[in-house]
């Protein structure tokens, strides 16, 4: 059975949870983004855990219809959200239920009832991480670079900030040395011994319109290498040559986002890929 597709290009998202809401956003817009032609407007309502809140958001889903998606873990509450929603006929979703159920079937116990928003060892490890990527951005912090899970190198505005910022929120300390010239290898890292490090790099034409479009954002019109074509072009091979002399896995981010940069770089912790260059 096939459903007529709705005429409005836009539809009301309302993310409901008693955490942060950080796994209820990521999983919707993972679901959203498979839908084409369509602009999913996202409202969310993290840390409702009473029922007062519950039921200003119920009043602002009435607003506005949609979907409703939640990780309401406190009976209570979950069945308030699911009962109001049924009152004013909207779908209303749990939208870790048939994961949890599988994992209850597979592993012969029962979920805990706690919300899952937590002060244990895993949430300061990620505030550890975020510290010291902010701390080691850009070649800073060079002397604690032994306290690196790993270190991130290559040219100037090939992601590796970025990168470093998401790999915390994993928990990962990562810090990222920029390769000023591209062709020498920094002395901070000749001296490093056993921290994993890997290399990211960047096709020159993308390198070029991301250096131009930073340049632009600060009202700098003054030309330089930084910008210049030909060598940026020899700027990018200076480093590959570095890269391969020193043996560093590769990562080109030209068309990754952070995101699957940052899963590349996991997957070579992990020794999925070893010494070898991962393709964009």
Same mark, same amino acid.
């Given at each position: 059975?096939?459903?007529?597709?709705?005429?409005?290009?836009?539809?009301?998202?309302?993310?409901?949870?008693?955490?942060?809401?950080?796994?209820?956003?990521?999983?919707?817009?993972?679901?959203? $983004?498979?839908?084409?032609?369509?602009?999913?407007?996202?409202?969310?309502?993290?840390?409702?855990?009473?029922?007062?809140?519950?039921?200003? $958001?119920?009043?602002?889903?009435?607003? $506005?219809?949609?979907?409703?998606?939640?990780?309401?873990?406190?009976?209570?509450?979950?069945?308030?959200?699911?009962?109001?929603?049924?009152?004013?006929?909207?779908?209303?979703?749990?939208?870790?239920?048939?994961?949890?159920?599988?994992?209850?079937?597979?592993?012969?116990?029962?979920?805990?009832?706690?919300?899952?928003?937590?002060?244990?060892?895993?949430?300061?490890?990620?505030?550890?991480?975020?510290?010291?990527?902010?701390?080691?951005?850009?070649?800073?912090?060079?002397?604690?670079?032994?306290?690196?899970?790993?270190?991130?190198?290559?040219?100037?505005?090939?992601?590796?900030?970025?990168?470093?910022?998401?790999?915390?929120?994993?928990?990962?300390?990562?810090?990222?040395?920029?390769?000023?010239?591209?062709?020498?290898?920094?002395?901070?890292?000749?001296?490093?011994?056993?921290?994993?490090?890997?290399?990211?790099?960047?096709?020159?034409?993308?390198?070029?319109?991301?250096?131009?479009?930073?340049?632009?954002?600060?009202?700098?019109?003054?030309?330089?290498?930084?910008?210049?074509?030909?060598?940026?072009?020899?700027?990018?091979?200076?480093?590959?040559?570095?890269?391969?002399?020193?043996?560093?896995?590769?990562?080109?981010?030209?068309?990754?986002?952070?995101?699957?940069?940052?899963?590349?770089?996991?997957?070579?912790?992990?020794?999925?890929?070893?010494?070898?260059?991962?393709?964009?």
């Amino acid at each position: 059975m096939s459903l007529a597709p709705r005429l409005a290009t836009y539809f009301h998202v309302h993310l409901v949870s008693d955490s942060t809401g950080e796994t209820l956003n990521a999983l919707a817009r993972a679901a959203c $983004a498979r839908f084409t032609n369509v602009l999913p407007i996202e409202h969310i309502y993290a840390l409702v855990r009473s029922p007062r809140q519950l039921e200003r $958001a119920l009043e602002e889903i009435g607003n $506005a219809p949609g979907v409703v998606l939640h990780t309401i873990v406190d009976p209570t509450l979950r069945g308030a959200l699911e009962g109001g929603c049924q009152d004013m006929d909207m779908p209303c979703m749990a939208a870790l239920d048939p994961l949890v159920s599988a994992l209850s079937r597979y592993l012969g116990a029962t979920g805990s009832a706690r919300a899952g928003a937590r002060l244990d060892a895993d949430y300061f490890d990620r505030i550890d991480a975020l510290n010291y990527a902010l701390s080691h951005d850009d070649g800073q912090g060079g002397q604690e670079l032994s306290r690196a899970d790993v270190v991130l190198v290559g040219v100037s505005r090939t992601s590796k900030t970025p990168t470093c910022i998401y790999l915390a929120h994993r928990g990962v300390r990562a810090a990222n040395v920029p390769l000023v010239p591209a062709g020498e290898i920094p002395p901070k890292l000749a001296a490093l011994k056993g921290i994993p490090i890997i290399a990211l790099t960047l096709a020159p034409d993308r390198l070029l319109e991301i250096r131009r479009n930073r340049l632009r954002s600060l009202n700098e019109r003054r030309e330089s290498n930084y910008v210049d074509a030909d060598a940026v072009r020899q700027e990018v091979v200076q480093a590959r040559r570095l890269f391969e002399r020193e043996g560093w896995p590769v990562i080109d981010v030209t068309r990754r986002s952070v995101e699957e940069t940052a899963a590349a770089v996991l997957n070579i912790l992990s020794g999925g890929r070893g010494q070898v260059e991962v393709l964009g």
